[in-house]
C-alpha cells in the first residue's frame, strides 16, 4: 500500500509541476498552474488554481478522482495545499508563485 500511496503521489507532483506544453515529445501532458506565477493572490487566482488542479489530474492520473482542493497558507511565494481524493486518502503540495 505505501508504494502504491507513494507513486501517487510522485504521479501528482509531476503532473502538477510539469507546465503544459513544456514535453516535447508529449506537449499536452502536465498543467496550467505556471500562468498563476505572479498573480494577485485573489477569488480569480482560487477559482483558476482549483480548475487547473481537476484539469490535469482528471486528464492525468486515472488511478483517482479529486473530491477536494484546499488552499492552506501562502509564505514566501509558496502555496501550500492538499487535494482529497476518492480512496479517502489526501497529497499535500507546494507551489510556487
Known amino acids: 500500500m505505501k508504494t502504491y500511496q507513494a507513486s501517487l503521489e510522485e ?3 509531476r503532473i502538477l509541476e510539469t507546465p503544459l506544453g513544456s514535453r516535447v515529445m ?7 498552474l505556471y500562468l498563476l506565477i505572479d498573480r494577485k ?8 488554481f482549483y480548475r487547473y488542479v481537476a484539469e490535469a489530474v482528471e486528464k ?3 488511478r483517482i478522482k479529486i473530491e477536494r482542493v ?6 514566501d511565494s509558496k502555496i501550500s495545499y492538499t487535494l482529497y481524493f476518492t480512496n479517502n486518502s489526501s497529497f499535500n503540495g507546494v507551489l510556487n508563485v
Open 70 to 75: 484546499v488552499l492552506e497558507e501562502v509564505l
Open 26 to 32: 508529449l506537449p499536452e501532458f502536465g498543467s496550467k
Open 60 to 62: 492525468w492520473e486515472k
Open 41 to 48: 493572490l485573489d477569488e480569480s487566482f482560487k477559482l483558476d
Open 11 to 13: 504521479s501528482l507532483k
